[in-house]
């Protein structure tokens, strides 16, 4: 096979092979300027794109884990940017405005008795003081609609905040503080997947086939979508950290806890006050 130089037509280097292994530019070839290529490529991003997030979907649906762990190791073409994939999601859960996932009414905030329903109920009387022509009914609806998409957006401070507890209870095997963060968002992409989109559209279809809110159906459905949830990440963080198991059953059980205050306390809260904010 004849090996020959090639000096990159974008930035100089001298290389042998298709790819500038500096910049990363191809060697142009006569066949890339047949006339079928000019349309193909056109397409190449929208298929590629395709190939790449269903292969990322397909792996964090069937091998829990090896996203995370593949791309720690460095293997990160065949996939989608874990991040990357994680707003996809959210770009696609805010498609369907019924899914309403974490959303909350005002009164719900109010009502979180013991952390920062207090805190809130008093700072809804302070506004509605310092706002005579709002009314109780008026605040709820415009806290409601700012509500509806900021719920979303704001599901990002949730990786951040996961990647805390894993990387305190991981460390002796993941000592970089990024590798947990890619983690947590493989957790929480999975996470919003199940919980958000395939969950609500299952109970849509079952209330659909029985006419009506079948409330015996809804539980069976609800426990069946979180022990779902919990053999995907015990079986992640086993592949992801590689402890034996009952050490990783340990750190779920552990993260069961965390997880359930970020989402349920302070995921919440930061939810209440940047809504707040921006009323
Ligand atoms: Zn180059």
């Given at each position: 096979?004849?090996?020959?130089?090639?000096?990159?037509?974008?930035?100089?280097?001298?290389?042998?092979?298709?790819?500038?292994?500096?910049?990363?530019?191809?060697?142009?070839?006569?066949?890339?300027?047949?006339?079928?290529?000019?349309?193909?490529?056109?397409?190449?991003?929208?298929?590629?794109?395709?190939?790449?997030?269903?292969?990322?979907?397909?792996?964090?649906?069937?091998?829990?884990?090896?996203?995370?762990?593949?791309?720690?190791?460095?293997?990160?073409?065949?996939?989608?940017?874990?991040?990357?994939?994680?707003?996809?999601?959210?770009?696609?859960?805010?498609?369907?405005?019924?899914?309403?996932?974490?959303?909350?009414?005002?009164?719900?905030?109010?009502?979180?008795?013991?952390?920062?329903?207090?805190?809130?109920?008093?700072?809804?009387?302070?506004?509605?003081?310092?706002?005579?022509?709002?009314?109780k009914q008026i605040l709820s609806d415009t806290f409601a609609k700012k509500s509806a998409t900021t719920s979303k957006l704001l599901?990002?401070?949730?990786?951040?905040?996961?990647?805390?507890?894993?990387?305190?209870?991981?460390?002796?095997?993941?000592?970089?503080?990024?590798?947990?963060?890619?983690?947590?968002?493989?957790?929480?992409?999975?996470?919003?997947?199940?919980?958000?989109?395939?969950?609500?559209?299952?109970?849509?279809?079952?209330?659909?086939?029985?006419?009506?809110?079948?409330?015996?159906?809804?539980?069976?459905?609800?426990?069946?979508?979180?022990?779902?949830?919990?053999?995907?990440?015990?079986?992640?963080?086993?592949?992801?950290?590689?402890?034996?198991?009952?050490?990783?059953?340990?750190?779920?059980?552990?993260?069961?806890?965390?997880?359930?205050?970020?989402?349920?306390?302070?995921?919440?809260?930061?939810?209440?006050?940047?809504?707040?904010?921006?009323?």
């Open positions: 096979m004849k090996v020959s130089n090639v000096s990159c037509v974008n930035c100089g280097q001298v290389f042998t092979g298709n790819y500038c292994n500096r910049c990363g530019e191809k060697v142009l070839h006569d066949h890339d300027r047949y006339i079928g290529h000019f349309f193909e490529e056109a397409f190449h991003f929208i298929t590629h794109f395709d190939g790449k997030f269903f292969t990322t979907l397909k792996t964090i649906l069937t091998r829990p884990g090896k996203l995370s762990f593949d791309f720690c190791r460095g293997v990160r073409r065949p996939y989608f940017r874990p991040l990357s994939f994680f707003l996809m999601l959210v770009v696609i859960y805010l498609l369907f405005p019924a899914f309403s996932g974490l959303n909350m009414p005002l009164s719900g905030h109010m009502g979180q008795n013991g952390t920062y329903g207090g805190y809130a109920t008093s700072r809804v009387e302070r506004y509605l003081q310092s706002h005579p022509e709002v009314t599901l990002f401070i949730i990786i951040p905040l996961t990647a805390l507890p894993l990387w305190l209870l991981g460390y002796r095997k993941r000592p970089w503080y990024y590798d947990n963060l890619v983690f947590a968002t493989e957790l929480n992409s999975f996470f919003i997947l199940l919980n958000f989109l395939v969950f609500p559209a299952l109970l849509n279809a079952l209330h659909f086939v029985l006419g009506g809110a079948g409330s015996m159906a809804d539980l069976v459905l609800t426990i069946l979508v979180y022990a779902v949830i919990l053999l995907f990440s015990f079986r992640a963080i086993t592949r992801f950290y590689q402890f034996p198991w009952p050490i990783s059953l340990l750190l779920l059980l552990v993260l069961i806890v965390v997880q359930t205050f970020i989402v349920y306390v302070l995921y919440k809260f930061v939810l209440f006050l940047t809504v707040f904010a921006l009323l």
